[in-house]
């Protein structure tokens, strides 16, 4: 049974370019987060999809992080115009169901170095 | 907003010592709490999980951790570590209710067991 994969594992950018990051979540699995790691902290939320809805985007930093996830499965988020403060790893989740007792399975990560 | 905070960044032990790593949060409603596990060059693992009755939780690999609620606390410990426990704890909560049951994690406590 595959787990959540996430590509590029490495990803460096020049700032200003823009980026995808992709996450292939379990299987079936409704839900899917993603969420940022910056160097030396704890993983901060970023945004929440049920199947294809994105339901909460409050932890996006700036109008420059766009998620989607148009069937349902396989999401993307896009950062664009990227600047060095983006530099962090960007983490996909994903969970059966969006009950509160569902556990979040977690991708390797992309770790993103803007230069 | 709810946060967690972990009280030690980095704890070096020897084997077969005894862990305790503390973690607070600031929330007034009903969480679930989590303590995930990530080893060196794997992605973040759950390690154990509370969600209502006995407070005194045990996880996987001889951990275990208690929730106090009116410490508003869940620290994580095990009595005899090992040199393969080496790795980052994150501790996180998640507030029932809320859209999507994001997590919220603290800042992480880097382990490092010598042989």
């Known amino acids: 049974g595959a787990g959540v994969s996430q590509s590029p594992r490495y990803k460096v950018a020049k700032r200003g370019q823009d980026v995808a990051l992709r996450c292939d979540p379990i299987s079936g699995h409704v839900s899917l987060f993603w969420y940022q790691q910056a160097l030396g902290q704890g993983p901060e939320f970023l945004t929440y999809f049920q199947n294809e809805a994105q339901l909460d985007k409050s932890g996006l930093p700036s109008d420059r992080f766009f998620a989607e996830r148009p069937e349902g499965s396989v999401s993307t988020l896009k950062i664009q115009r990227t600047q060095q403060e983006d530099s962090a790893v960007y983490l996909c989740a994903s969970s059966l169901d969006s009950g509160s007792t569902y556990e979040q399975y977690f991708g390797p990560g992309t770790r993103l170095t803007v230069t | 907003a709810q946060s967690v905070s972990q009280h030690n960044h980095h704890v070096i032990l020897s084997e077969a010592a005894s862990l305790e790593l503390g973690c607070n949060y600031s929330y007034g409603g009903t969480v679930n709490l989590f303590w995930y596990v990530q080893y060196p060059g794997q992605h973040l693992q759950l390690l154990l999980k509370?969600?209502?009755?006995?407070?005194l939780v045990k996880g996987i690999k001889g951990f275990e951790a208690e929730f106090i609620k009116s410490k508003f606390s869940f620290n994580l410990r095990k009595p005899s570590v090992q040199w393969s426990d080496t790795a980052e704890y994150f501790c996180?909560?998640?507030?029932?209710?809320?859209?999507?049951?994001?997590?919220?994690f603290g800042g992480g406590t880097r382990v490092l067991v010598k042989p």
């Open positions: 996180a909560v998640k507030s029932i209710g809320a859209a999507g049951n994001k997590l919220t």
């Open positions: 509370y969600f209502s009755g006995d407070p």
